[in-house]
């Protein structure tokens, strides 16, 4: 898919670590529905 190896590689690390983060509880998530709110009310004010 990728054609540089290195990016892949670093995509990888990156989603391990935030599922990582997840599981161990700190990320911070925000549910879909309050996320779309304050996208249209951004979208909205432009």
């Known amino acids: ?3 540089d190896k290195s ?3 670093a995509w990888d690390k990156e989603v391990t670590r935030r599922i990582a983060d ?3 509880g700190k990320a911070v998530t925000v549910p879909w529905e309050q996320l779309h709110r304050e996208l249209l ?3 909205n004010e432009h």
């Open 1 to 3: 898919m990728w054609k």
């Open 7 to 9: 990016v892949e590689e």
């Open 41 to 43: 009310a951004i979208v």
């Open 22 to 24: 997840l599981k161990a």
